[in-house]
């Protein structure tokens, strides 16, 4: 015997928004320059984790290498900003030269929510 169920348009609402918040996907990401500058100029790495990444809002100085870490191996995620973009990975690193000062925004394009930012001020 076969059953049909039918979802009332706002219970299909609620059923897709607790499926997009439960995955990372749903909501509009936090301005990560609204978060207050972490130094990271001694160990300049992020750590990118499971849908986060470890520093919302880091400073450096102009010249400064930071380095990406996956410290979750095996979620997939990426880090792009208007002038630089790594590859889709789920372990290792990647890094980014940043050599004019500025304030440079980065995101990971499959989760929307990770959002992060590098402020970097002159050498």
Do not use: K
């Not at 049909?4 to 609620?14: P, V, Y």
């Not at 928004?17 to 320059?33: H, K």
């Amino acid at each position: 015997m076969r059953v049909r169920t039918r979802l009332t348009a706002a219970a299909m609402s609620a059923v897709l928004a607790l499926a997009t918040s439960a995955c990372g996907l749903g909501g509009a990401a936090a301005d990560p320059t609204a978060e207050s500058v972490e130094d990271i100029s001694a160990s300049p790495t992020i750590a990118v984790l499971d849908n986060a990444f470890g520093t919302v809002h880091a400073g450096v100085a102009a010249g400064t290498t930071v380095q990406w870490s996956w410290a979750e191996a095996g979620t997939q995620h990426n880090v792009v900003g208007d002038d630089f973009s790594g590859p889709l990975q789920d372990s290792g690193t990647f890094a980014h030269t940043f050599d004019e000062a500025g304030t440079y925004a980065y995101r990971c394009t499959i989760h929307g929510p990770m959002r992060g930012a590098i402020t970097v001020t002159g050498a």
